[in-house]
Structures are given as C-alpha cells and as structure tokens.
C-alpha cells in the first residue's frame, strides 16, 4: 500500500516562496503518477501540477511559471516549489498518487496547510 506524508506548508507573505515535500513509501515512480492538489475553503480540490511516470510535467494555468513539481527518485520524495505566493494560493495541499494503469487507484497524504497573507 501506497504511503504518502507531506510537510513544508506554512505562513508566508505574498512574494513569498515555499517547498513542500512529500515522502512516498518507496520506489513507486515507476508505478505511479505523482502530483500536487489544494483545496481552498469552500472550493473544490484543484489540481497544481502533476508528473508522470515517464517524467513529464504540467502544471495549472494559474501557477505556470511560479510552481514547480520535481522528483528525487533516489529519496523517493515529490517537491513542489511555490514562487511569488498569491493569497489565492491559499488552501490545503495533498500529494497524490495514482496508478498508471488499471486499475486506477489514487493514494491520498494527510495535507498540508500553506496560507498566503500580508
């Protein structure tokens, strides 16, 4: 079973940055597409970004050129890098696994807070 642990949320002021890491149980890469999703109060989750088995990447219209998702497959964890923080960035962030083939099952991490404020 797929096991996922995010951390690096915090408050930070707009302009700001911020990197969130998300530990996996193992070497799943090659398994599993990883990505990034928030969910902002009273809105749906969303997704930020996400990265393929094979290694591309594509990300939000709405984060394009201030977010980053990466992978350090030795360490077996996803980054996101988040620059130029927005408040509407605000909202709760959950890594994500999902099988890249059938079937199609998604592993969920707990989330992790980033709140964007002035």
């Known amino acids: 079973q797929v096991q996922l642990v995010e951390s690096g949320g915090g408050l930070v002021q707009p302009g700001g940055s911020l990197r969130l890491s998300c530990a996996t149980s193992?070497?799943?890469?090659?398994?599993?597409?990883m990505g990034w999703y928030r969910q902002a109060p009273g809105k749906q989750r969303e997704l930020v970004t996400n990265?393929?088995?094979?290694?591309?990447?594509n990300h939000a219209d709405s984060v394009k050129g201030r977010f980053l998702i990466s992978r350090d497959i030795a360490k077996n964890t996803v980054y996101l890098q988040m620059n130029s923080l927005k408040p509407e960035d605000t909202g709760v962030y959950f890594c994500?696994?999902?099988?890249?083939?059938?079937?199609?099952?998604?592993?969920w991490g707990q989330g992790t807070q980033v709140t964007v404020s002035a």
């Open positions: 990265i393929t088995t094979s290694g591309r990447a």
């Open positions: 193992g070497r799943i890469f090659s398994i599993y597409h």
């Open positions: 994500n696994a999902r099988a890249s083939s059938f079937p199609t099952v998604s592993y």
